[in-house]
């Protein structure tokens, strides 16, 4: 019996500049993701009954399990779990490998950090981590490049979540181009709304309100080097283009913005298609005060303190028994 457990970053876009969809329906981006030191943690066991089983376990930041999200996670069919379906993608170049005869029976286990559905690609985080994991259970030896390939078919934010770091996501956010960010320590107030955001509804929505055959405008150099520095008093310049389309849907995240900028954050933003908002703070101690004064915040449900830029999918341990 194997072992392996790897962890894989949720994110926040600091730009998400958004084209006018094409053909297949997907919208071309240009994007800045920053990973997050919220992480989900696979564990995936090979087992002797065949078939795939997955158990999701969700966790509040002081270390008490969220029964909600758990119930949430359970009410996923299996086969639309991201989890699972990167484990299937695995599955087949395992089954032709050495793993064959082990390859047929998989226990995966989640244990999530992530907000779900907050636009902080929690469900892209789990697909990363189970790439990465499967990648040594099965010894595959696939590279950085090929697990970007596999992810980009399982969702448009895994390859992010897989590098890490911060990163210039383009096609549909899903090329990667890292950026060199040497010493940057950005802490951030992330502020979770009561309910969560389909993102192709907001896609959607955007879609509404911005007709036409808009091109995704990509960062200058200048702001580029302005998001990959250390926060300064200005704070750089956050950039959402689906902003009006998750307030058309969710009014009262104007409410959590204004908050935020109220409670002294350098810069706020709504995390990729919403409906969480993540407030840029200049130090810890700072982020603890924005966060104190945001949970008295109407429309939010629950605020965390995290830091970035953190590291992308990677294994944590494994074992042999
Ligand atoms: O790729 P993923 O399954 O995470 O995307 C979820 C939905 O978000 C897609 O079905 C699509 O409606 C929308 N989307 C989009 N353009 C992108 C990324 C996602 O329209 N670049």
Known sequence: ???????????????????????????????VFEALDLRETVTVRTTRTPGTTVE?????????????TGELMRAVPPRSHLAVRA?????????????????AGLAIRVDKRVPVAGGMAGGSADAAATLVACNELWGLGLGPGQLERIGRTLGADVPACLTGGIALGTGRGDRMAPLECPGTHHHWVIALAHEGLSTADVFAE????????????APTDEELADLTGPAR??????????TAAALSLRPELGGTL????AAGALAAIVSGSGPTVAALASSADHADEIAERLAAAPAVARVLTTMGPAPGARVEHQDER
């Open 258 to 261: 204004s908050a935020s900028r």
């Open 206 to 217: 955007f879609d509404r309100a911005v007709q036409g055959t808009a091109v995704p405008a």
């Open 87 to 103: 484990a299937r993608a695995m599955q087949r170049l395992a089954a032709a490998g050495p793993w064959a005869s082990t390859a």
């Open 56 to 68: 999701t376990v969700a966790h509040l930041p002081g270390g008490d399990i969220d029964r909600a």
């Open 233 to 242: 008093l200005a704070g750089p310049r956050l950039v959402n283009d689906l």
């Open 1 to 31: 019996m194997r072992e392996v457990t790897a962890s894989a970053p949720g994110k926040v876009n600091l730009v998400l500049r958004v084209g006018a969809p094409t053909a297949d329906g997907y919208h071309p981006l240009a994007t």
